[in-house]
């Protein structure tokens, strides 16, 4: 690290060696091999993809802009990768190849008081794809798998890669929602965030550290950008606040799946639309950076709730959201803390929320998140999801009254949405917002029970990882059929492959079946999907977009002949529904019922239909697969031909 940088360094290098500040500030909060993996990324993407994972001989995209590594880092790469380590030791490493990938950036919320043990990282990769091929950019994103899996099962990091155009990011086009008046809006809040959360790990730096404030146009530095070590990514224009409200959608429908970000970024968008002089967070930090007499680290996070906690307090009039606010942001943050070794955190932590007016008391409850009662958990959920129907009403209530601001479409997204969430159907899984985070339960009971009808019923009883005795044994969802309550706890985010199962004997269902089963479905449909599949296909139908089949499931393994089909489809609502078809022809009624009537036949997706299979596959119940996805299988076949004559 440099020493401290004056008020009067240029722009460039102020918000460098504040960016700096940031990455070395990350380092400290990971455990010493995951600190080092986090420095080999940029090697991973320097050199062909043979070097590190011998089963890719293709990778061309790779050779990072202006990037370097160390004498270090190539010992890193030598002690991880034995490839590697070979082509070193004999000198044959690639030299002056062509470098085909602009920049790696780390987002979100690296370097802040949210970032925590078990947080996932984000990584941005810079390509132009004007000049790259599909097949390389295909190749690159089968290194970045396993990339990802590598650091996930060897060092267990939660690491995602994102292919970024240069010129996508440049016109703030991202591919989310698409409809005009959220995307506007939308593509520059997310430049907005790009700006000020990005850390740089290696490659060309964004013209917009070197360029002046939005208010003091008088001057721009080119001598850096002259020298091709910077890239041009756009400025963020001032936008309509009327257009928000299709932002202010967008966010609602992540918040269903993650409320406790959701519940600030909202706020910051109501502060972005109705705050009398509001100016973006990026713009803020860059003005603390230059303000400072010498350069020291700042928090986006932090002062992103600082802004919104304000701005509740002030104009918006909303102490209650103020406070909501505030226990969400604290319950983000002392996640996963470890007070013996994050000690300097946690009293950062109860300082600033004792400013706050919070006592000591109130701090440590929300520390203690983890033991809180499932009632509770349930009450704060359900306060979070009527804070976004507030801001959505207010919201509404501001684009409706203009003329053109919020488009039919957007309107009928959220509807739809809002249906997939409270409207009940009989063959529906249920889904519901739920702060409650799958690592925290460390058990799931499956057992029987009678309802208020004296029926049959299966019902979850979770543990929790807390130690007090309301963490044991919480009833948290019942339904006849166990299948439903297996679902439902994919669908809900509540499953994680380190929970631990019980099942009370039956004659119907072994505890390998219903694990295999649980497992296999949250593979097929991860609780992200169901998300992708509102903001990215939707099209104003509720046409299904995958399936998942089981055959037999009720029946003997010895059983060679079909005999009942239980499905589950998702459509591009968002719904999750379950399906039962008896007799032979099975398969012919879902073909009838199902899949000719619903599925986009000319767009199906490559996986749009799993049929499960568990156990040996001489099994004669796994005969009954093989034939089903025969049926599969000609289906693809028969529509490809169609549609291509």
């Not at 034995?82 to 690296?110: D, I, T, V, W």
């Amino acid at each position: 690290m440099t020493g401290p940088t004056p008020k009067s360094a240029p722009i460039f290098d102020r918000i460098r060696q504040e960016n700096l500040l940031r990455y070395e500030y990350h380092c400290t909060l990971l455990p010493k091999d995951q600190r080092e993996v986090l420095e080999l990324f940029p090697l991973l993407f320097q050199y062909p993809a043979s070097l590190f994972f011998p089963s890719l001989t293709k990778d061309t995209l790779f050779g990072i802009e202006g990037y370097q590594p160390s004498h270090y880092v190539r010992e890193l790469g030598c002690r991880y990768f034995h490839n590697f380590k070979k082509a070193f030791m004999q000198s044959a490493l690639p030299a002056n190849q062509p470098c085909r990938l602009e920049f790696l950036y780390l987002m979100g919320s690296a370097g802040t008081l949210a970032f925590a043990a078990g947080s996932d990282m984000d990584f941005w990769i810079g390509i132009d794809k004007r000049n790259a091929d599909p097949k390389e950019i295909r190749q690159l994103q089968k290194k970045i798998d396993l990339i990802e899996n590598w650091a996930g099962s060897a060092h267990e990091m939660e690491v995602h890669f994102f292919i970024t155009d240069i010129h996508d990011l440049r016109e703030e086009n991202y591919g989310e929602l698409g409809g005009e008046s959220c995307g506007s809006a939308l593509g520059k809040l997310l430049k907005d965030e790009f700006y000020r959360s990005m850390i740089h790990l290696a490659g060309k730096y964004p013209v917009y550290w070197a360029e002046p404030l939005l208010s003091d146009v008088s001057g721009l530095s080119t001598s850096i950008e002259d020298k091709g070590k910077m890239l041009d990514l756009g400025r963020i224009q001032a936008f309509n606040s009327k257009d928000i409200f299709g932002a202010v959608l967008w966010q609602i429908l992540k918040g269903l799946h993650s409320p406790f970000k959701s519940v600030i970024k909202i706020g910051l968008l109501e502060y972005y639309a109705l705050g009398s002089r509001p100016e973006f967070l990026c713009e803020r930090e860059k003005r603390s950076i230059l303000n400072m007499d010498s350069v020291s680290k700042l928090d986006p996070y932090l002062d992103m709730i600082d802004l919104v906690r304000n701005f509740k307090c002030g104009e918006g009039k909303l102490p209650l959201e103020a406070q909501l606010l505030e226990e969400c942001f604290l319950i983000k943050c002392f996640a996963g803390i470890d007070p013996k070794v994050n000690r300097q955190k946690q009293t950062y932590l109860y300082e600033l929320a004792g400013g706050w007016g919070l006592t000591q008391a109130e701090i440590a409850h929300y520390q203690d998140f983890r033991n809180w009662s499932y009632q509770e958990i349930a009450q704060f959920s359900d306060k979070i999801f009527t804070y976004f129907m507030n801001a959505y009403k207010r919201m509404r209530d501001q684009a409706m009254s203009s003329t053109g601001s919020i488009s039919d479409r957007d309107l009928t997204i959220m509807g739809k949405t809002l249906r997939a969430y409270l409207q009940k159907e009989s063959n529906k899984i249920p889904q519901t917002l739920s702060v409650l985070n799958a690592k925290l339960i460390y058990m799931m009971h499956l057992t029987k029970d009678r309802d208020e009808k004296n029926q049959e019923i299966w019902v979850i009883h979770a543990d929790f990882v807390g130690t007090k005795a309301h963490c044991r044994n919480n009833r948290i969802y019942r339904h006849p059929d166990l299948l439903n309550v297996c679902a439902w706890l994919v669908v809900n985010g509540n499953y994680h492959p380190s929970q631990k199962l019980t099942l009370l004997s039956n004659p119907v269902y072994t505890l390998p079946f219903v694990k295999e089963f649980i497992h296999q479905f949250s593979q097929f449909l991860p609780r992200e999907d169901i998300m992708d599949q509102i903001l990215k296909t939707w099209d104003g139908t509720a046409k299904i977009k995958r399936m998942f089949i089981l055959p037999n499931c009720t029946e003997p393994d010895d059983v060679g002949i079909l005999l009942s089909l239980t499905c589950f489809t998702l459509n591009s609502f968002g719904e999750v529904h379950q399906y039962r078809f008896e007799g032979n022809d099975a398969m012919d009624q879902v073909i009838a019922t199902l899949i000719t009537p619903f599925f986009d036949l000319q767009n199906l997706e490559p996986d749009w239909i799993k049929v499960f299979k568990v156990g040996s596959g001489i099994l004669p119940k796994n005969r009954v697969v093989a034939r089903i996805q025969t049926t599969v299988d000609n289906i693809v076949a028969k529509n490809a031909r169609l549609w291509h004559s």
